[in-house]
């Protein structure tokens, strides 16, 4: 039997506003990611999608997304959904009562399929300490246990202690909560995993996101699907010593392979330290690739100072620098910039 | 640090050339083309390199000679008490240039990439400014800023742009940040600032939005509820309602089933004794239906009326008196006879036979005799000398034949008479051949000599043989004609006789037969004519006594007619009594089967009524049976179909208009609350976009604040730096201004002075002057002592040495000689490379 594990989808979330050209069409593909979602497990005859904690972006979804989102579960009557609140959605509820739509509370609940017992609980305050202790799995299911927070090494509210969960015969414990795909060993019968969210909607979502196929046949190996609409990437692109926009541009193409990916979604973070007398915006950089999707460029780059150079210059320029090197108060990135612009005001270069 | 000896293997215009270098004043008085300002540039390059290309000026250029010879060379000098030789080689390329550097012969990297920073402490910018200088650095036109001159080497190598101009751009930038006082604009942070307000503004009145939301999901919700609720009861009146159809269905099901049941009852006890089979009812239907057929059978057993009227006609004839098979024989063979006789008097002759009796009744003809003397005529039709050919002398020559016959019988003879000669003669060889020949030829003549003498006998023979033949032949044709006459025919040799004897004779034959038939046609006609009679009456006497009177051709053939009526008639009725007496007996058989069958019905008097009502009855039950099956059928289903088990509580039926009027109320009301929400969260999500700016906004704000932050600090830091950079040089710059100037001061013919802000000041009868009062050559000087000044700033103890490229260019003859003293009182304590082109500029 696969199993699918997906979880905070996040629908109505707001996106990041850097990607505001972009802002609308992503909110849409985070909305129809899920409808993508359930259709893909119709497609490969799974009968159960799990979604472990923050379906929605808030308590108070809005309509149009609640109703996309129980919409999507009645079309496919076929598949079971079992649905755990997460810390996003705690106070979720449907009035409706869907059959395939299965929920859990503060208290354990379990679903079994076969030989496959699924079982989950809602963390709150009432619970967040109790629930490792009133855990109680049958040895000889396969068990699966659905759980949204973050693991940690303490107790607490929205927290997951692995510790506490070890030798509860637990085979996969179905996470939610962090953003990105990642698996671990649990104990020597189980592992868990976090399936990420399915559609990243700023550059601190980058990367691929997915969801993770359990089988209970082969229930040691999980795989993580890819299934983004769109991957939001972010490279650094070093252009220390460029001193020219056709150049960084050429270091930026030569560096990362668009070609593969144009579809995707782009932070571009140019890094190192480029000479003073090299000028350029973001903006002019970003309109050299018509072709990509969206591309945001970051300009992470440090003016290249070197004060030895200015050591024994006793012009006005010398004593400028020297003078701002000598300010024990100052950072050494205020110092770069202070100098690189004293010394564009010097050379009368702009100095916006 | 002295220099000592510079050897140029190839640079610019000098080639090959060595200078030996002393302490103090080195002056070099050469005309233009020498190569001063070449090796000015040579010692400076040997130190830290040919300069880098700029817009107007490419050094590299000017160094590399126009000859193949390597550019490049050498420079020796003392410096910390070692002595060290900078080697140096120039190429097209800078990355390929050369530098090595030795001391005490052996090569050292002590002094880095660019000795000149570490022996002289400047790096090649400040050397120019300071260590090296020339007229061109030092002249000033009294439109320009002496003080911006001044300071040169405070500034870079843009002589028109200075720290006012570069604080001016940072105050400008900082004001477009945040203006000092208020002005119209209000400055970009500001502006961001406000920008975010109106942002948080709006987040505010979001989360209102937001806030106010949740009353309304809530009705909405409840709305939902209710239409859920509403739906349920509409789900459950319609069950009620639809459950209550079905029992009333199942009731309908059970009365259609009840009254089927009666009517089937009710036929049935219509037979008391039960409905008939089927197979009795058939069995029944065929004895009537046999009974009818033989009462038929038995009708049709009587003759017809026409027959009957037959019958009784014909027994008048043959009732009392019936001719058995022996009377009608011999009836049948009078009456042929009769006919016989009757149809023989009709004979007579033909109408050929009439005109040949008519023809030959006066003619006679012995036809025997003239067939004899035709035949003894055609006897005579022969050869009379057939041996003419072939006669008894044995030998004629009309035939080739036998001629060649003869010949071959005197050939034979010949050779035997030539065996018989050989076995004679045998030695008589040489006489054999004459023999042989003369044989072979008499042999060949010998039969043609017998043939000529035989023929002419012959013919004379054979004449009188044919003519004595030809009249014995002419007599008897003769006799022929005669006989022929009466019949007016007359014959020849060339006739055909057979035919023409035959036509005659054949004619006159039928003529002899024609006459005879004409002979007894006329007997016979009158004995059969009383013979006739005769039977006629014996044929008429026999039928009148059968009551049939009439010519005896019409009555024979009626009274056999009637008679084989009346014996067909008369079988035919004794047949049908014997068949009737059989059918009687088989209806009687039938009667009583059917007697039964009525008896045991009680069926009335309608047999086939009574068939026609029972089949209908049973096709009525069987088809009443059958709906009766299949309605208690479709009940069973229905049943189950319904899952009827027991009837509801209430058998009222409940009002689904109603409840649907208040579910679509319901519905209305919900639609509402949801377009309600749906232009909330339209409106909120368009502020969310807005409001989704926020952290952006507030980063472009917090990068505005630190760049005005950076561009505050770096005016402060810049001015600082200048403050710093005065204040090092200010004081120990304008005593030492001011003691250079001094030594100067016949020159300028006032004091000048310097103030603290490095502007120069003449002090003329107490009171400050512009210093562009000053001459060019004078102002030339003020900025040579300020480059001394400076100099003796940086250098307190070791002096570096002084590379003067003709500085004086604009000086007199009476400032030169002021200038010359302040040299060589400067050379006291420095090395000096002076260089003029011009004899009155030169200072040894």
């Known amino acids: 039997m696969k199993i699918i594990h997906a979880a905070d989808l996040h629908l109505g979330s707001k996106i990041e506003a850097k990607l505001k050209r972009i802002s609308e069409e992503r909110k849409m593909d985070v909305r129809n990611s899920f409808m993508r979602l359930a259709d893909y497990a119709e497609k490969q005859d799974i009968r159960i999608i799990l979604l472990s904690g923050d379906v929605f972006d808030s308590d108070r979804p809005f309509k149009k997304d609640k109703d996309t989102f129980y919409s999507v579960i009645k079309q496919h009557p076929n598949i079971d959904f079992l649905y755990l609140r997460g810390n996003h959605d705690t106070e979720e509820s449907y009035v409706e009562d869907i059959p395939n739509l299965k929920t859990f509370s503060n208290t354990w609940e379990t679903y079994t399929y076969d030989n496959v017992a699924i079982s989950g609980i809602e963390i709150s305050k009432e619970n967040y300490s109790s629930f490792y202790g009133t855990l109680n799995l049958d040895p000889n299911m396969i068990n699966i246990v659905m759980l949204h927070g973050q693991i940690s090494d303490s107790i607490g509210l929205d927290k997951i202690k692995l510790s506490k969960l070890r030798d509860k015969n637990i085979d996969y414990l179905a996470l939610g909560h962090i953003h990105s795909c990642s698996f671990g060993e649990l104990d020597n019968r189980g592992r868990y995993a976090y399936s990420g969210c399915l559609e990243g909607r700023g550059f601190d979502e980058s990367g691929p996101k997915g969801f993770i196929i359990f089988d209970s046949e082969n229930k040691d190996k999980q795989t993580f699907v890819p299934f983004a609409k769109r991957i939001i990437r972010e490279e650094d692109v070093d252009i220390s010593s460029l001193t020219s926009i056709p150049e960084i541009v050429k270091k930026i193409k030569d560096t990362v392979h668009f070609h593969d990916h144009h579809e995707d979604i782009y932070r571009i973070n140019l890094i190192g330290d480029v000479p003073a007398e090299t000028e350029f915006s973001e903006k002019d950089i970003e309109s050299n690739f018509p072709d990509v999707y969206f591309i945001n460029v970051k300009n992470l780059t440090k003016p290249l100072i070197d004060p030895e150079k200015y050591k024994n210059d006793l012009s006005l320029k010398g004593e400028f620098v020297r003078t701002v090197y000598s300010k024990e108060d100052l950072t050494d990135d205020e110092k770069r910039k202070i100098v690189s612009l004293g010394l564009k005001a010097l050379e009368g270069r702009e100095v916006k | ?844």
């Open chain 2, 1 to 844: 640090m002295k220099l000592l000896k510079a050897y140029i293997n190839a640079y610019g215009n000098i080639e090959e050339k060595e200078f030996d270098f002393s302490s103090g004043l080195n002056s070099i008085c050469e005309d233009n083309g020498y190569g001063k300002s070449t090796l000015a540039s040579f010692i400076r390059a040997s130190f830290y390199g040919l300069e880098k290309k700029t817009k107007n000026y490419f050094e590299r250029d000017r160094a590399l000679p126009y000859s193949k010879k390597p550019c490049g060379g050498y420079l020796i000098f003392e410096f910390n008490g070692k002595e060290y030789k900078i080697q140096r080689s120039f190429s097209k390329k800078a990355q390929e240039d050369e530098l090595h550097v030795f001391v005490n012969g052996i090569e050292t990297n002590e002094f880095g990439p660019v000795p000149g920073e570490t022996i002289f402490g400047l790096d090649l910018d400040s050397f120019n400014k300071t260590v090296f200088i020339n007229p061109i650095d030092l002249s000033l036109s009294t439109n320009e800023s002496l003080n911006a001159k001044m300071g040169h080497f405070v500034e870079d190598s843009k002589d028109s742009f200075d720290f006012e101009e570069a604080k001016e751009k940072l105050d400008k930038r900082k004001r477009e940040l945040k203006p000092i006082k208020s002005q119209d604009s209000k400055g970009l942070i500001a502006e961001k600032k406000i920008e975010i307000d109106d942002l948080d503004n709006k987040n505010k009145n979001l989360k209102s939005l937001r806030l106010a939301m949740g009353e309304k999901y809530e009705k909405e919700e409840k709305l939902n509820i209710f239409i859920q609720e509403m739906n349920k009861k509409l789900t459950d009146a319609s069950n009620h309602n639809a459950e209550l159809e079905a029992w009333d269905r199942y009731d309908e099901y059970n009365n259609t089933i009840q009254h089927a049941k009666n009517e089937i009852d009710g036929i049935r006890n219509k037979y008391p004794n039960g409905i008939p089979s089927k197979e009795e009812l058939a069995n029944f239907e065929l004895l009537l239906n046999q009974k009818d057929k033989k009462i038929f059978e038995r009708n049709a057993t009587n003759l017809s009326k026409h027959e009957e009227e037959e019958y009784s006609s014909l027994s008048s004839h043959f009732e009392d008196k019936t001719p058995n098979e022996e009377d009608l024989t011999k009836l049948k063979e009078t009456y042929n006879k009769y006919l016989s006789l009757k149809n023989q008097g009709e004979i007579s002759l033909d109408d050929s036979e009439k005109k040949l009796i008519e023809e030959y009744s006066d003619k006679t003809l012995d036809t025997e005799e003239l067939k004899k003397r035709i035949k003894d005529y055609q006897d005579l039709d022969y050869d009379p000398d057939p041996g003419f050919v072939g006669s008894d002398y044995g030998y004629y020559y009309s035939s080739p034949t036998r001629i060649i016959l003869y010949s071959l019988l005197g050939l034979v003879l010949g050779i035997l008479l030539i065996i018989v000669i050989v076995l004679t003669v045998k030695f008589a060889i040489e006489y054999v051949y004459w023999i042989v020949g003369a044989a072979v030829v008499f042999a060949c003549a010998l039969p043609a000599f017998v043939a000529w003498r035989g023929r002419k006998k012959e013919k004379e023979r054979h004449a009188s043989i044919v003519m004595e033949h030809d009249k014995k032949k002419f007599a008897t044709l003769e006799e022929i004609n005669n006989m022929l006459a009466p019949f007016g025919k007359t014959l020849s040799q060339a006739d055909n006789l057979d035919l023409e004897s035959f036509q005659i004779i054949n004619k006159y034959e039928t003529y002899c037969k024609a006459k005879d038939k004409e002979a007894k046609i006329l007997n016979d006609k009158k004995a059969s004519i009383d013979s006739l009679n005769n039977i006629k009456n014996s044929l008429g006497s026999y039928f009148s006594s059968f009551a049939y009177i009439g010519e005896i051709e019409d009555i024979y053939y009626t009274f056999f007619s009637d008679l084989e009526k009346y014996s067909s008639l008369l079988k035919k009725k004794l047949e049908n009594d014997n068949k009737r007496k059989s059918i009687d007996q088989e209806i009687e058989n039938i009667d009583r089967s059917i007697s039964s069958f009525r008896a045991k019905y009680n069926v009335g008097i309608d047999n086939k009524a009574f068939i026609q009502e029972c089949r209908d009855d049973r096709k009525t039950i069987d088809v009443k049976e059958k709906d009766l099956g299949s309605t208690e059928e479709k009940l069973k289903n229905y049943i189950s179909e319904k899952k009827l088990v027991t009837r509801p509580a209430s058998n009222e039926k409940v009002n689904v208009l109603e409840l649907t009027e208040e579910l679509s109320k319901l519905n209305k009301d919900y639609q509402t609350a949801a377009k309600d929400i749906d232009d909330s969260e339209r409106e909120i999500s368009s502020l969310e976009s807005e409001v989704e700016q926020l952290p952006l906004l507030n980063e472009e704000w917090k990068e505005l604040k630190d760049e005005h932050s950076i561009v505050s600090k770096t005016i402060t830091y810049l001015s600082e730096a200048e403050t710093n950079l005065k204040n090092r040089y200010i004081k120990p710059v304008k005593d030492k201004f001011d003691y250079y100037s001094s030594i100067l001061s016949e020159t300028f013919g006032k004091k000048v002075v310097m103030d603290a802000d490095f502007n120069i000041k003449i002090i003329e009868e107490g009171i400050e002057r512009d210093y562009h009062h000053l001459s060019s050559g004078q102002l030339t000087l003020c900025v040579f002592c300020y480059r001394l000044a400076i100099m003796d700033n940086i250098f307190p103890k070791d002096k570096p040495l002084l590379i003067l490229d003709d500085l004086f260019v604009n000086l007199d003859e009476k400032h030169l000689s002021l200038a010359k003293n302040l040299i060589d009182l400067l050379a006291k304590d420095r090395q000096i490379f002076y260089y003029t082109c011009h004899k009155s500029r030169d200072l040894e």
